[in-house]
């Protein structure tokens, strides 16, 4: 059997295998909240995040950042001080999501 | 303190909880893929689903299913038979969704 492009899938009724990686990525919990407040705000540093989602914890936060970051969807500057800063941004492909977060933003004010 | 509204919120820079919302129910496990399928092929039936995700086992599809009927995402027709004949297609609630995925399908043809 040979393999199936994204395309033959999709003619055939499949589901994206694409798609289906990028749903899942940004759903991950506090996932979407992250990109959204850094879109909104960013650069920022590690504690603002935390300060602008209630619920968010240290250690999740922490978590979903370094999982960003490896994805390249967002950056992490270290600013030399004294006082050292270290903030965090969207990369071009962090902000590229722009027009599916505010299509489910749109969706979810009408609809949730 | 007053409770905030999501828009007082949102300038405030925090992250808006519809949006928190809808990204995590979206994002669950299959369910952009089931939300998909639908949208391309629906109705279908649960066996046709099923076949068309990869990956997706029985059980999993049951469970989503039985939370995107209960969301309002999807719902379920039974045509009396014999024989019986089952099944599932998106509602208006979830056709609506189609613009977030095609932006989201846009950004992982580009992006992933």
Redesign the interface.
């Known amino acids: 059997m040979e393999p199936q492009t994204?395309e033959a899938r999709?003619r055939a009724?499949?589901?994206?295998p694409?798609?289906?990686?990028?749903?899942?990525?940004?759903?991950?919990?506090w996932?979407?909240?992250?990109i959204?407040?850094l879109r909104?705000?960013g650069p920022l540093r590690f504690s603002e995040i935390v300060q602008?989602?209630?619920g968010l914890s240290d250690r999740l936060c922490s978590e979903r950042m370094k999982e960003l970051e490896a994805r390249?969807v967002v950056e992490r500057t270290v600013h030399p001080g004294p006082p050292v800063r270290v903030e965090y941004d969207l990369t071009p492909?962090g902000r590229?999501?722009e027009?599916?977060?505010s299509?489910?933003?749109?969706?979810?004010?009408?609809?949730?």
């Open positions: 994204d999709s009724g499949g589901c994206c694409h798609l289906h990686e990028a749903v899942e990525f940004i759903g991950r919990r996932t979407g909240a992250i959204e407040v909104q705000d602008a989602i209630p390249g492909m590229a999501l027009p599916s977060l299509a489910l933003r749109a969706w979810a004010h009408e609809w949730l």
